[in-house]
């Protein structure tokens, strides 16, 4: 066999589960546990879930659906499906942006990885059972502590880069089946004695009583939006890349679609029940901001029969559960240099690690970097990515060729022809009014600002980039995905 036909022959996962604890591990992880929390208790708790709810089911499951439909089509990474429907030129930037953004998120989720590492190490000393814990100057202290925080973020993008060079079935999958049980069953344990907490039942009421008027700010939708494309990973090109490793027999609509989002949500929902009962019983703020989940749930333990082993099962969960994302998310931009360049793939590993452990470096120094890189990246960067995703497949693909060629490709659960209708038209619409909503009422702000410059550089950047790599060839029918609309 040639090197060239070494370089492109593709892994696939070893079996349905670890397909399914891919896909469950990518999306539940720190989204879950750090991000739903705090992101809820700043609008409004359950008018914010109601409305992240009904996004996730109306536009995330959907469109997960179509994404690892497109990575299955296709068997390529980002750039080359991107390339498969629309042809060589320009519009293959489309892909390149959502390369960008991907690579941007990633640079500050391994910081708040490192978080969840520093954690977990301290779970093992018993820090969070003892007398003299106190969970706000711990959390200082650590994040006061640069060459700390640094060498959290640099051993977990070393740890990423060295599962990854493993590859699909013996790195990523063999990772994915135990972290994520492992983290259920930890959160739930604490759920059950979160809410036995006194004052517990004012956290419940707060996350689930809806305060009607948070569901006309414009600020709870977008919110909402980027949770959800978040959480679920919809637009990072990780539900296409997970796609394109799929088996001719695996079950995209059970899989990418409604598996994934009711685990999510699960998940997200399961976080709110274990922290929101904490703030209250210990009178802190739901609105609290980044730190919210590493305040709050350390806090419990102590109260916790053998609160040692679940702080340990917890702590060591949610890392994994993290770092499982990180794999995944890393994955995507490995996977697409390296179909892209004539580097191995050991070489684009530690080169894809090494660039976004460098563009971490000010996330890693400064919390507040993080949080406003993950505010203007979450709810501008995702949502322009998703449009990318869902526009080329809704718009040049046509939906309705690919829910016959790969949705319904030996599917348990049939997605019938509503569909074409959601992801063309009902997932865009939906999207583009709340986004305009948003930047309308928030005119001036300067996170809006710094979201316009992302909405208006990554796609320039990205056409710029594919008409210099390809000559300034037009776009152009591509044999595979040549062919039309529904």
Known sequence: MSSD??????????????????????????????????????????????AYLLILFVIAAPGLIAEVALGR????????????????????????????????????????????????????LFTFTSAAFRPEPFLDGFLANPALTIAMHTIVMALVAGVLLFGIREGVERVVVVAVPA??????AITVRAVTLPGADEGLAFTFGVRWEFLTFSSTWIAALGQALFSTGL??????????????????????????????????????????????????APDTGATLAFVTLPQVFSEMAAGWIWAILFFVGFFLAAFTSAIVITEVAVTTVSEETRLSRRQTVLAVCGLIWLLGLPSALSADVLDFADFVFGNWGLPLATLCIIGVI????????LRVLSVNQNAGVYVGRWWNGVVKYVVPAIMLFIM???????????????????????????????????????????????????
């Open 183 to 188: 983290l259920v069953l930890s959160l739930a």
């Open 235 to 284: 637009g990072w090109g990780i539900a296409l890349t997970v796609g394109s490793y799929l088996r001719k027999y695996d079950d995209v609509p059970l899989g990418g679609g409604i598996f994934t989002a009711i685990g999510e949500s699960s998940v997200a929902v399961l976080a709110a029940f274990a922290i929101f009962p904490i703030v209250f019983a210990y009178g802190l």
């Open 436 to 486: 305009a909503y948003f930047a309308y009422d928030s005119f001036g702000d300067p996170r809006m600002i710094a979201g316009m410059v992302v909405l208006v550089s990554f796609p320039l950047a990205g056409y710029a980039v594919m008409r210099y790599l390809e000559g300034g060839e037009e776009p152009g029918p591509s044999g595979k995905a040549a062919g039309g609309d529904d």
């Open 5 to 50: 036909a070494l370089k492109t022959a593709r892994g696939q996962w070893g079996s349905r589960f670890g397909f399914l604890m891919a896909m469950i591990g990518a999306m539940v992880g720190v989204g879950n546990i750090w991000r739903f929390p705090y992101v809820a208790g700043e609008n409004g708790g359950g008018a914010f879930i109601l």
């Open 73 to 124: 089509y296709t068997e390529k990474g980002v750039i080359g499906a991107f390339r498969d429907v629309v042809g060589p030129g320009g519009l293959v930037g489309l892909g390149v942006v959502v390369l960008l953004v991907n690579v941007a998120l990633m640079s500050y989720y391994s910081p708040l990885v490192g978080w969840t590492l520093y954690y977990a190490a301290h779970s093992f």
């Open 394 to 401: 809704g718009w040049k693909l046509g939906p309705e060729r």
